[in-house]
């Protein structure tokens, strides 16, 4: 299989911007916040950043509020691409736009507006190739754009179900990472749920739960814990019990065997070779 040279960071949603009131278990934004990874991912402070707010209802104000947390970390080639339909996806400077960049953010609100207008258009290609061919560029996305990521992508459901048959609506995503299905703000909005639905209808993908102000740094397979808040991976590969297929819409499920992992800045977790490795203790929060 060939090596994929881009990054990936989705991202948990809410993430530090730089003004936040509720210091509590913040990092130091400039040095160690999310979007602080993202620029250095990038390039540094002279990447071209290209802001794609699609998925929510506000898309200027979000632009707007980007560009301000990008600039509090000395970045000033920020441009927001806003696009509104099918149509802005294809034009001449959108296209321009993407093919410049060195690195994409995709804003919160709703993952399956990213899909609709995005996925499949010429933008999209354009981002899947330099996506798998290279090296340092870079596709972020918090909440919504997180979720999109995924080939198999949790388009809604409720979170306040138990585990029952039909909580989780899955749809198709941009496919950037076929590995994985992503939910975000996991441990606030108590999805366990639904991301435990989402694996049982697909078990050969990995379930990862993104907490607030948390992210992930993947590159070719490797998985890199970022941001103040935890992540809960569920593997189910090794299931040795799954009444998914079977039972009916609203019907209590149960899995056994299912491998779950809960894990926090700079742990880290091989898709591929299904093995974790969690920060020593000592070592400091980065």
Same mark, same amino acid.
Not at 74 to 101: F, M, Y
């Given at each position: 299989?060939?090596?994929?040279?881009?990054?990936?960071?989705?991202? %948990?949603?809410?993430?530090?911007?730089?003004?936040?009131?509720?210091?509590?278990?913040?990092?130091?934004?400039?040095?160690?916040?999310? #979007?602080?990874?993202?620029?250095?991912?990038?390039?540094?402070?002279?990447?071209?950043?290209?802001?794609?707010?699609?998925?929510?209802?506000? /898309?200027?104000?979000?632009?707007?509020?980007?560009?301000?947390?990008?600039? !509090? #970390?000395?970045?000033?080639?920020?441009?927001?691409?806003?696009?509104?339909?099918?149509?802005?996806?294809?034009?001449?400077?959108?296209?321009?736009?993407?093919?410049?960049?060195?690195?994409? +953010?995709?804003? %919160?609100?709703?993952?399956?507006?990213?899909?609709?207008?995005?996925?499949?258009?010429?933008?999209?290609?354009?981002?899947?190739?330099?996506?798998?061919?290279?090296? %340092?560029?870079?596709?972020?996305?918090?909440?919504?754009?997180?979720?999109?990521?995924?080939?198999?992508?949790?388009? %809604?459901?409720?979170?306040?179900?138990?585990?029952?048959?039909?909580?989780?609506?899955?749809?198709?995503?941009?496919?950037?990472?076929?590995?994985?299905?992503?939910? !975000?703000?996991?441990?606030?909005?108590?999805?366990?749920?639904?991301?435990?639905?989402?694996?049982?209808?697909? /078990?050969?993908?990995?379930?990862?739960?993104?907490?607030?102000? !948390?992210?992930?740094?993947?590159?070719?397979?490797?998985?890199?814990?970022?941001?103040?808040? +935890?992540?809960?991976?569920?593997?189910?590969?090794?299931?040795?019990?799954?009444?998914?297929?079977?039972?009916?819409?609203?019907?209590?499920?149960?899995? !056994?065997?299912?491998?779950?992992?809960?894990?926090?800045?700079?742990?880290?977790?091989?898709?591929?070779?299904?093995?974790?490795?969690?920060?020593?203790?000592?070592?400091?929060?980065?």
């Amino acid at each position: 299989m060939k090596l994929i040279k881009g990054t990936l960071i989705p991202i %948990g949603g809410n993430e530090d911007k730089g003004y936040s009131e509720d210091d509590y278990n913040k990092v130091d934004y400039i040095e160690e916040g999310i #979007l602080s990874h993202v620029v250095r991912e990038a390039g540094g402070v002279d990447a071209n950043i290209v802001v794609i707010p699609t998925a929510s209802s506000i /898309p200027i104000e979000v632009g707007k509020n980007y560009i301000e947390a990008f600039k !509090t #970390l000395g970045c000033d080639n920020v441009t927001v691409l806003d696009i509104r339909n099918q149509k802005d996806a294809e034009k001449p400077e959108a296209i321009a736009s993407i093919k410049s960049a060195n690195c994409i +953010m995709f804003s %919160g609100g709703d993952q399956s507006k990213i899909t609709k207008k995005i996925g499949g258009s010429t933008i999209h290609n354009i981002m899947l190739d330099r996506f798998k061919n290279e090296k %340092g560029f870079v596709i972020a996305g918090t909440s919504a754009g997180a979720m999109a990521m995924a080939k198999e992508m949790i388009a %809604g459901g409720s979170a306040s179900e138990a585990f029952v048959k039909g909580a989780v609506k899955m749809s198709n995503g941009l496919g950037l990472i076929p590995q994985l299905t992503i939910d !975000t703000h996991f441990i606030r909005r108590g999805r366990f749920g639904r991301l435990a639905e989402a694996v049982a209808k697909y /078990p050969k993908l990995i379930g990862i739960g993104l907490a607030e102000d !948390t992210g992930l740094i993947i590159k070719n397979n490797v998985v890199r814990v970022i941001g103040s808040g +935890m992540v809960i991976v569920f593997d189910p590969r090794k299931l040795k019990h799954n009444n998914e297929k079977i039972l009916k819409g609203g019907t209590p499920m149960s899995l !056994t065997n299912l491998k779950t992992h809960v894990l926090a800045n700079g742990d880290r977790f091989n898709v591929k070779k299904k093995k974790v490795k969690v920060l020593p203790v000592a070592e400091p929060f980065i």
